[in-house]
Every structure is written in C-alpha cells, then in structure tokens.
C-alpha cells in the first residue's frame, strides 16, 4: 500500500510515520484486508493538533475520518478510532463486497464547478451563470449499486453522492436527509 503522510505547517518525524502506518495497516487487514493508498494529513490550530485520514480500498470506496487532540499521536488515534468504528460496522458488507466484485468499481470522468454564492439571498438570479464560475476541476463518478452507495456515502461522511447505478448505467444520487434517513433519487424509476 502507498502512504502519503504530510503536515501542514508542521514536521512529521520518522516514528510518527512509522507508528501510522503499522497502525493503518493493522486496521485495514483486521476489516477489510485490501487498500491501495493511504492519505494523512497532520494540521495544527492553536494547541491543538488535527488529522485528516483518508483510504482508498481496492473496491473502490473511500474510508475517511479526522480526529484532533492536544498531542499529535493522541489526534492520529482519535481518527483511527473512528475509522475503527467505520470499519466495524460495515465488516460484513466489506468482506461480501469482496466476494461478490471481481474487478474495482469503474469510475467515470466528470467535470465539476464551484459557484460563487450571492452577495444577498434575495438578489435576483442572473442571466449569465458562466460569470459565477470560481473553480472547474474534475471529479469521477463512481459505477455502483445503491447499498454500496449508501456505504460509501456514510463512509466518506459526505452529505450527498452521485453515482452511476450498475442496474441501468443510469445516473444516480443518494443523500442524507433532514431527518437523518437516506434519500435516493433514481430518474429512471420516474413513475411515468
């Protein structure tokens, strides 16, 4: 597995690096057994220390967890301690998503935009949007099934995910609603 261990404004020394990476790689056998890269990133804000950790694992899903505390060491193992506790309650579909894929999730490219938002909420939309463009990068979108969906949207912590449903190679979205269930939206299934 390759690492990427970095700080931002601060120096990682070889035994943190060390102690990361027997750690991941204890946790990623004991759960899912395959991973292809490992991004942490260490931060400081004032006293106390962050750290961001995102895995990428051969199926194609992305584990990520942040952690922060007073110690540098004490902030890695929050974070791992989350992804602990990811990890452990998705063990049984990890290991049958394993079973059941014999190749990686294909992905797609996809161009994505960042819009810059209005000065005031009630400022009439404009005629030009391309004027509202701040950034355009690219994205890629995944070819899954709605539960492996769900998993990776709950694994990333991330609010939405779009995806391209293996049923019908149609384009997919899954989101967590204000009520804390899971929204799918699925145009295929219309009802027209």
């Known amino acids: 597995m390759r690492y990427q261990i970095s700080g931002k404004q601060i120096d990682i020394g070889e035994a943190l690096q060390t102690h990361v990476k027997s750690e991941i790689d204890g946790i990623i056998e004991k759960y899912a057994s395959r991973s292809t890269e490992a991004m942490v ?3 400081r804000s004032g006293h106390e220390f962050y ?3 995102v895995v990428h694992l051969t199926t194609g899903l992305n584990l990520s967890a942040k952690g922060h505390a007073t110690e540098i060491y004490a902030a890695f193992d929050n974070c791992l301690d989350k992804m602990d506790k990811q990890l452990r309650r ?3 579909r990890l ?12 992905v797609s490219e996809a161009g ?15 005629d030009n949007i391309s004027s509202m ?7 890629r979108i995944p070819s899954l099934s ?3 969906a769900v998993m990776q949207m709950e694994l990333a912590h991330a609010p939405v995910l779009v995806f391209r ?3 019908h190679d149609g384009i997919n979205v899954v989101y967590r609603r204000d009520d804390g269930n899971i929204g799918w939206i699925d145009p295929r299934n219309s009802g027209k």
């Open 90 to 92: 998705y063990k049984r």
């Open 95 to 106: 290991k049958d998503h394993h079973r059941e894929r014999s190749k990686p999730v294909e």
């Open 165 to 167: 449903n293996e049923g």
């Open 51 to 53: 750290c961001e950790t």
């Open 41 to 43: 990133i260490f931060s």
């Open 133 to 139: 463009i701040i950034a355009e990068m690219e994205t």
């Open 112 to 126: 994505a935009y960042i819009l810059a938002s209005s000065e005031t909420p009630d400022e009439a939309e404009p």
């Open 146 to 148: 709605v539960g492996e």
